[in-house]
């Protein structure tokens, strides 16, 4: 009895304690210690005094949440967005974008030290604009309330703006519920000259379409894959491409960001002669690829967007480009020595094992690998490492003032 009681008040005393967070960890949480075990505080920063509520105790690690800002980090700044102390969506607005940017190459030069990949990364490529750049949102509806997930929880958070999303698509945002939806997600895109594609996820009937079509420029709106109004498509340009996406096809959602992305994947393939581009979505960077290359393969799983990359090829008269529309794993006899560079852009759960070592044993000279997840990126990478050498590693702020980077890795057979 008495060692319970004072295992409780220990608890409770500690759990009044004060807190000192003294770095990030890599999904943007604060770090602090009580009792010498680890605790993970969302939404603090280095510098901060916290009190704070516990919210989890595993056997090695503690998670909680801010309670009272007892001493405000230096590091601090004004956040613009009135949602971000509970908000799921940026987890680094508190900050400076200087900090932010130092941050993720911190973040990643970390994540390579600790798989023993000996490569430092000194880049970051800056965001031009660091608010109003996605060109894509997916809002949550529930009971009627329409915005994002609380953090770390499937509980709804109202939004009536998000400062991060194109300003366009904010107008818009306020008038989502004259659709009169109850349950269910809307996705709203959003291209270079403010069209937008509107995707409705729900069961419920949509209503006042005739409103959004006189109020807003819409060129499409569609539920559950059927188009009620107009296209299912955007056409976007970047750089002088233009690109045809399907409303179910994936596209970056940072404009800026994927100009550059693309002028470096023409630089990159400046002297290569056959290329294969796995994942190649609607052929952004496929059509990307440098014009001296004489011989172009793009593989995509999704068969509408492998149709968009064939009307992508003729709209921008590209003809030594090929697509075929399969699984990378079924199409792994087509990656051999006869293409001297691969472009390999996986969604967030990497390159297939078998691709990577067919990769190594038709020893093709030149690997570009783009990533939006660092940890399945060195995963990957502690494949190659025996075989190939890291010749460039750039990051890219392509998601501002969230916790996820872009990654570019140049590697070249050893
Ligand atoms: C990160 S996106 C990159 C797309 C394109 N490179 C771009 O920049 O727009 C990854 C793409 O891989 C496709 N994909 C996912 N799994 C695949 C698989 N097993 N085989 C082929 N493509 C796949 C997705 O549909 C998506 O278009």
């Not at 690690?61 to 980090?73: F, H, N, Q």
């Not at 006189?214 to 107009?230: A, D, F, R, S, T």
């Not at 399907?246 to 994947?265: G, K, R, T």
């Amino acid at each position: 009895m008495q060692f319970f009681l004072f295992k409780y008040i220990n608890l409770l005393y500690n759990y009044f304690m004060e807190i000192e967070i003294v770095k990030f960890d890599n999904l943007g949480r604060g770090i602090g210690y009580l009792n010498n075990k680890i605790i993970f505080i969302p939404k603090s920063v280095p510098g901060d005094f916290l009190e704070i509520d516990l919210v989890k105790e595993k056997k090695n690690y503690l998670e909680g949440k801010i309670k009272k800002i007892i001493k405000p980090s230096k590091l601090r700044k004004e956040v613009l967005c009135p949602y971000f102390n509970t908000c799921g969506g940026c987890d680094l607005l508190h900050i400076s974008l200087t900090e932010e940017l130092e941050y993720k190459l911190h973040k990643i030069n970390d994540i390579l030290k600790k798989n023993n990949i000996n490569y430092e990364v000194k880049e970051i490529i800056k965001n031009s604009n660091e608010y109003y750049y996605r060109n894509k949102i997916t809002l949550k509806i529930i009971n009627k309330k329409i915005g994002y997930y609380e953090s770390n929880t499937h509980n709804l958070l109202e939004i009536n703006k998000c400062i991060i999303s194109k300003k366009y698509i904010n107008e818009i945002i306020k008038d989502l519920n004259k659709f009169n939806i109850i349950n269910g997600e809307a996705i709203i895109r959003c291209n270079h000259k403010d069209e937008m594609l509107i995707v409705i996820n729900s069961l419920d009937k949509l209503t006042n379409i005739d409103y959004f079509i006189n109020n807003y420029n819409i060129v499409g709106i569609i539920q559950n894959n059927k188009c009620l109004y107009g296209d299912n498509y955007l056409i976007h340009k970047i750089n002088d491409n233009l690109f045809k996406i399907s409303y179910d096809a994936f596209f970056q959602v940072n404009d800026f960001i994927s100009s550059i992305l693309f002028q470096l994947i023409n630089k990159y393939t400046e002297y290569s002669f056959n290329v294969l581009d796995l994942y190649c979505g609607v052929g952004s960077l496929t059509l990307s690829i440098n014009e001296n290359v004489q011989n172009i393969l793009g593989v995509e799983i999704v068969e509408n967007a492998i149709k968009d990359a064939n009307i992508n090829k003729n709209l921008n008269q590209k003809e030594k480009v090929t697509f075929i529309c399969d699984d990378t794993k079924n199409i792994i006899d087509k990656i051999t020595s006869f293409y001297d560079t691969i472009i390999l852009d996986p969604p967030r759960s990497g390159v297939d094992e078998q691709v990577l070592n067919k990769i190594i044993s038709e020893k093709l000279r030149k690997i570009i690998y783009i990533s939006c997840d660092p940890f399945t990126l060195v995963r990957d990478l502690k494949i190659l490492n025996n075989y190939y050498e890291i010749k460039d590693f750039k990051l890219l702020d392509m998601f501002t003032w969230t916790h996820h980077v872009e990654s570019l890795v140049i590697l070249e057979l050893k």
